[in-house]
């Protein structure tokens, strides 16, 4: 059984920068990052292999980078140049396998961390 939690969501105004981290307890997998912004589906933003390969939605290209520390145990999300349209719900997610952008195939997730661009 693998545990996530993530943290570094806050309150942000436009054009700044936040941090996400997420912490896993267990074997350290595929990890992705996910968002959820008010009244809308849950998309993929990024994920990155324990080898360090990564993958970012064509969306998310250029503002986002994710890495990780295997030695941590932990994963990260570098946002710059926020927008309020980035305001959402961020949510850490991993997975044993090769998962795809595709929600189903994510085994594990986290709470989710919020994050609000003000304009």
């Known amino acids: 059984q693998v545990q996530l939690v993530e943290s570094g969501g806050g309150l942000v105004q436009a054009g700044g920068s936040l941090r996400l981290s997420c912490v896993a307890s267990?074997?350290?997998?595929?990890m992705g990052w996910f968002r959820q912004a008010p009244g809308k589906e849950r998309e993929f933003v990024a994920r990155?292999?324990?080898?360090?390969?990564?993958y970012y939605a064509d969306s998310m290209k250029g503002r986002f980078t994710i890495s990780r520390d295997n030695a941590k145990r932990t994963m990260y999300l570098q946002m710059n140049t926020l927008k309020p349209e980035d305001t959402a719900v961020y949510y850490c997610?991993?997975?044993?396998?090769?998962?795809?952008?595709?929600?189903?195939?994510?085994?594990?997730w986290g709470q989710g961390t919020r994050v609000t661009i003000s304009s």
């Open positions: 997610a991993s997975d044993p396998g090769s998962p795809s952008q595709g929600l189903g195939s994510w085994r594990y």
């Open positions: 267990g074997l350290t997998f595929t």
């Open positions: 990155i292999s324990r080898s360090g390969i990564t």
